[in-house]
């Protein structure tokens, strides 16, 4: 698959639109009407904060009028701030996906006690309902001289910029030396060896998981420096990632791409139909409006990718490169077509292309929630670029992200491009209320 460039390549993307009357160039003030599956109208126009906060707060279940698949917004509002106690389900699974994100696990200290992590879940708790409001943590404002252990001020004057923070509960919480293996809950249990996978033990596991989003990267970081500083001795930091560029849409965006160049996030978990369906727990005691996070950190051997074909790599994923048609169609959201062939009697997307192997028709009608995000690292040991996804998935049985990496790990012709190379899943409580604490229905 890597025999040189084709000279029938398809072409790029659209350049970007030229900057509005009055907007700098590549300003983020700015909003796009896409055709939908049944077209539509194509518009720009700029929004203001209030334009802005109406597309958000459609929340993943619009449908744009005449049948069009969605409306699609692209746009961030700075000062846009997330709720976050009392909303049933944590923020960051069905908020519309920022643009930056980090990834942290933590390891429980062996002598940490159950009391201890009921403080820390408390504290975590109340820090985030500053954060996500774009206060500081601590009292201390501007800065006294003689202050320690405040706020650590490098998101000062900074907007809320859609702050969330998820917080996960891995299997070792429910560990006997907890107290807490009668609250496990029901289906959270270490992932199975999945074929393929070349798990690092640095980059795996974790009894505490937080994803920090916001369209502002220092904001985000901000927020999970200032949380890890609150561990202290109860636990301590196992493995990160920083992801930017979300890697998958949600409802309500326009499709974002993945570093090998792709629309990825066309067809996903949305509405809410799907949700209650496929991504948040029912009837489950403490874990009712919870869900299950899987998590990957996907490598993608980029320049391997970079030297073949446009018609390769459109075979491997299914789905042309400039559209992001399905091979069986010839617009994004049009419906795939498994079963349609070409004139040599073949079908038209591959059967072990990456969308055959994972798409619902194919998999029982099943879907998960795909709230993922690009990475680098820098450079490898052996000088070439370390980059790839992290895979961040939502579902209410950890078993179907299973299931279709067991398919994928086997069978996807894109596994010549990549290595899972780390891997967590972590039992995500519903939202606190407020005065309350994640997790709280643990210690009652
Ligand atoms: C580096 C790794 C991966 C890349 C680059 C990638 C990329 C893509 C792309 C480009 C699409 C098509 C556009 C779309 O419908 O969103 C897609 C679809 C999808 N992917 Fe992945 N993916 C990766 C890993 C995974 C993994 C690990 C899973 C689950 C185990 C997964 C599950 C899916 C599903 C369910 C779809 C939707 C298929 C459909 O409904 O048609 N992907 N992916």
């Known amino acids: 698959m890597s025999e040189g460039p084709d000279p029938a390549a398809v072409p790029l993307p659209e350049e970007p639109a030229a900057p509005e009357p009055g907007q700098p160039a590549g300003g983020v003030s700015r909003r796009r009407l896409f055709a939908g599956a049944a077209g539509g109208a194509v518009a720009g126009a700029l929004v203001g904060a209030a334009g802005t906060a109406a597309a958000y707060s459609l929340g993943g279940a619009s449908t744009a009028p005449g049948g069009a698949q969605s409306e699609e917004v692209d746009s961030v509002d700075l000062t846009k701030s997330v709720p976050f106690y009392d909303q049933g389900n944590q923020s960051g699974i069905r908020t519309p996906p920022q643009r930056h994100a980090l990834f942290m696990t933590f390891d429980l200290n062996p002598s940490a006690t159950a009391q201890d992590l009921q403080v820390l879940l408390a504290r975590w708790t109340a820090a985030i309902a500053q954060l996500v409001q774009g206060k500081t943590i ?68 974790g009894d505490l998981s937080l994803q920090v989003c916001s369209d502002d990267h220092q904001v985000a970081y901000h927020a999970v420096r200032n949380l890890a500083r609150m561990v202290t001795t109860t636990a301590q930091t196992r493995w990160v990632v920083m992801g930017f560029g979300r890697a998958s849409a949600g409802t309500g965006q326009t499709t974002p791409r993945n570093l090998f160049g792709f629309k990825d996030g066309t067809r996903n978990v949305s509405g809410d139909a799907d949700f209650d369906e496929f991504v948040w727990l029912k009837d489950a005691d403490w874990m009712t409006g919870g869900t299950y996070q899987v998590v990957r950190k996907i490598r993608m051997t980029i320049e391997n990718w970079d030297a073949d074909r446009v018609s390769d790599q459109q075979r491997v994923f299914g789905r042309t490169k400039n559209e992001g048609a399905p091979l069986s169609g010839a617009k994004e959201f049009d419906t795939p077509d498994f079963a349609k062939l070409d004139g040599d009697g073949a079908t038209l997307i591959d059967a072990s292309s990456h969308v055959a192997l994972a798409a619902p028709e194919n998999n029982g009608g099943m879907k998960i929630l795909r709230r993922g995000y690009n ?59 407020t005065g309350g604490y994640i997790g709280q229905a643990l210690f009652e």
Do not use: M
């Open 375 to 433: 990475y680098t690292d820098g450079l490898n040991d052996q000088g070439l670029l370390d980059a790839g996804l992290l895979f961040i998935s939502y579902q209410n049985d950890p078993a179907h992200f299973v299931t279709l990496q067991e398919k994928l790990g086997r069978f996807d012709l894109l596994n010549e491009y990549i290595q899972h190379v780390g891997s967590g899943v972590f039992a995500i409580p519903p939202a606190p209320k």
């Open 138 to 205: 601590g009292v201390v404002e501007p800065p006294r001289p003689d202050a320690v252990g405040i706020d650590t001020g490098e998101a000062y004057g900074l907007e809320p910029a859609s702050l969330t923070v998820t917080v996960g509960l891995g299997p070792g919480v429910f560990d006997d030396r907890f107290g807490l293996a009668d609250k496990r809950p029901a289906l959270l249990a270490d992932l199975p060896r999945i074929p393929g996978e070349s798990l690092q033990a640095e980059l795996t596991g």
